[in-house]
């Protein structure tokens, strides 16, 4: 029980299996069964987005702790509950998948045509398994919804994605179930030291400086293919060209953000010694894709790739923003965490406006549109600003904090880091220009229409939410700020007696 009254978040959790085994019900002719699987899947996420915003109204945003926590035994013999909670870190990600589903499934609403009850139903367990996974305060919990994701999502690109699906939808899983084994290593390690999976005892457990070392080097395996880091990022591109348009929004606005999350909420204070020694690491690993993944976004001849390739380039940066391990690095990574969940998919969700018109991504097959589509045009201006972090948008606030924070460590890494605002810049204004401007030289681009009602639907959240991110970003910062300040003072605390790297690797030889 919580402040509202009643369990909420197994509420927000499990509603949408419920509206899942309401579509699996479902009989009659086959438009028929399409038409209320949509309607069914829409008002059920529709719920479950309202129910979470709950979660915003009633949480204490100077709370550090976890709260709306529920504990049932489970494994008791083994250390293991089922145990849900929220705080600032992980509350509004809650927020963020229960906003996009229901956009996604609009989205869906007349570009899916075949198995659409099975669609339907794919999307109210990936709801499920996404809000499990960020709401779990048990580390077998988590590891079941993180691998939970997986199944969903592979039916989504395997089935429904495009011509080269079956090779994406394989490849998508074999790499993050790949990581995800290493995890569970790490995770058998961490019980048998704590005796529990319990994530609030864990992050209050002291482990072995040597072991350390080992349990981050398995975590990474795992969350750096979900961010994706390079050169583990090779999956991504694949998937969101031969995924639905929806697919990809899940993809680049909630699946990605699972290995940040997982950095900060494992990797980060549980093992601070491990952090900090193989810190430099991660800032070459991060750098590294900022620059090769923009200069590579700006070779593309596919609007999604691209944008593909941009996500992995601006997860760079989280990852900077993360590792710098200070207030303002931390705070600039969930807020850009969180803005690119909103501005990716919206970017996602423009290339698959034209798409459903001409059934091509290739860029230069558009040209022009900017006379035919002036709505079309407006919105995808904004969402390129944003994705270039221009202030007054979402994009900007992140990515000026991480810089800040990143400042604090070493003046080239913010200096590489901010290479990515430049080149990125470049990449989207180059794919602006090639699909908005010029003139109109194919008969097909002259009969498109701009955006439908419904399509406009979809966007206005999206574009209320870039807007207001940039414009009163505090309205978003304060619910973590208690949380990542305590982060930080936990993490300088642990160090207090630093741990160096020579004597780490002598531990683990040992």
């Known amino acids: 029980m919580n402040g509202v009254g009643f369990p909420l978040l197994s509420l927000v959790t499990w509603l949408p299996l419920v509206g899942g085994a309401v579509i699996l019900s479902l009989r009659g002719d086959e438009a028929a069964v399409a038409a209320n699987a949509r309607w069914t899947a829409l008002w059920t996420s529709l719920a479950v987005f309202v129910f979470s915003i709950l979660l915003w109204?009633?949480?204490?945003?100077?709370?550090?702790?976890?709260?709306?926590?529920?504990?049932?035994?489970w494994m008791p013999q083994?250390?293991?509950?089922?145990?849900?909670?929220?705080?600032?870190?992980?509350?509004?990600f809650v927020l963020l998948a229960t906003l996009l589903t229901p956009i996604c499934i609009l989205a869906s609403w007349e570009s899916i045509k075949s198995r659409v009850r099975e669609y339907m139903l794919s999307f109210m367990v990936l709801e499920t398994m996404m809000v499990g996974m960020f709401c779990a305060l048990d580390f077998v919990v988590f590891y079941v919804f993180f691998e939970g994701v997986l199944i969903p999502m592979?039916?989504?690109?395997?089935?429904?994605?495009?011509?080269?699906?079956?090779?994406?939808?394989?490849?998508?899983?074999?790499?993050?179930?790949?990581?995800?084994?290493?995890?569970?290593?790490?995770?058998?390690?961490?019980?048998?030291?704590?005796?529990?999976?319990?994530?609030?005892?864990?992050?209050?457990?002291?482990?072995p400086a040597s072991m350390q070392i080992w349990l981050f080097l398995a975590f990474l395996a795992s969350f750096a293919v979900k961010v994706p880091m390079w050169p583990v990022h090779t999956?991504?591109?694949?998937?969101?060209?031969?995924?639905?348009?929806?697919?990809?929004?899940?993809?680049?606005?909630?699946?990605?953000?699972?290995?940040?999350?997982?950095?900060?909420?494992?990797?980060?204070?549980?093992?601070?010694?491990?952090?900090?020694?193989?810190?430099?690491?991660?800032?070459?690993?991060?750098?590294?894709?900022?620059?090769?993944?923009?200069?590579?976004?700006?070779?593309?001849?596919?609007?999604k790739k691209l944008i593909a390739y941009s996500s992995v380039a601006h997860m760079g940066i989280v990852v900077i923003g993360i590792f710098s391990i200070n207030e303002q690095g931390i705070s600039g990574a969930l807020f850009q965490m969180l803005s690119h969940g909103i501005v990716a998919?919206?970017?996602?969700?423009?290339?698959?406006?034209?798409?459903?018109?001409?059934?091509?991504?290739?860029?230069?097959?558009?040209?022009?549109?900017?006379?035919?589509?002036?709505?079309?045009?407006?919105?995808?201006?904004?969402?390129?600003?944003?994705?270039?972090?221009?202030?007054?948008?979402?994009?900007?606030?992140?990515?000026?904090?991480?810089?800040?924070?990143?400042?604090?460590?070493?003046?080239?890494?913010?200096?590489?880091?901010?290479?990515?605002?430049?080149?990125?810049?470049?990449?989207?204004?180059?794919?602006?220009?090639?699909?908005?401007?010029?003139?109109?030289?194919?008969?097909?681009?002259k009969a498109?229409?701009?955006?439908?009602?419904?399509?406009?639907?979809?966007?206005?959240?999206?574009?209320?939410?870039?807007?207001?991110?940039?414009?009163?970003?505090?309205a978003f910062s304060g619910f973590w700020d208690a949380s990542v300040s305590a982060m930080v003072a936990h993490h300088q605390a642990a160090l207090a007696s630093p741990v160096h790297l020579a004597e780490l690797v002598a531990g683990v030889l040992r």
């Open 154 to 207: 592979y039916l989504i690109i395997g089935v429904w994605g495009g011509p080269r699906r079956v090779y994406a939808a394989l490849k998508f899983f074999l790499y993050t179930l790949a990581g995800s084994v290493l995890m569970m290593l790490a995770l058998i390690a961490m019980w048998h030291v704590a005796g529990t999976t319990d994530i609030e005892v864990l992050l209050h457990t002291t482990f």
């Open 78 to 92: 083994w250390g293991m509950t089922y145990k849900l909670g929220v705080d600032g870190i992980s509350v509004l």
């Open 235 to 303: 999956w991504l591109p694949d998937a969101h060209v031969e995924a639905p348009t929806a697919g990809s929004v899940i993809l680049a606005g909630v699946l990605l953000k699972m290995g940040a999350y997982g950095f900060l909420r494992f990797s980060v204070p549980m093992l601070p010694q491990a952090s900090a020694t193989l810190a430099p690491l991660m800032f070459a690993l991060a750098v590294i894709a900022v620059v090769y993944t923009s200069c590579v976004a700006l070779a593309q001849t596919d609007m």
């Open 57 to 73: 109204v009633d949480f204490d945003p100077a709370n550090p702790g976890f709260q709306f926590v529920e504990s049932h035994a």
């Open 345 to 445: 998919s919206s970017l996602f969700l423009c290339v698959g406006v034209v798409y459903d018109r001409m059934h091509t991504r290739e860029i230069a097959r558009y040209g022009g549109l900017g006379d035919r589509m002036p709505k079309y045009a407006f919105v995808f201006l904004l969402f390129t600003y944003a994705s270039m972090g221009l202030p007054g948008t979402a994009g900007f606030v992140g990515e000026f904090l991480v810089l800040v924070g990143a400042m604090k460590i070493n003046f080239w890494l913010a200096l590489t880091g901010s290479l990515g605002m430049i080149l990125g810049a470049c990449y989207m204004l180059w794919l602006y220009r090639r699909i908005i401007f010029g003139t109109i030289t194919r008969a097909e681009l």
């Open 448 to 474: 498109m229409l701009d955006l439908s009602p419904r399509e406009m639907l979809v966007f206005a959240p999206l574009i209320v939410m870039t807007i207001w991110m940039g414009v009163y970003p505090s």
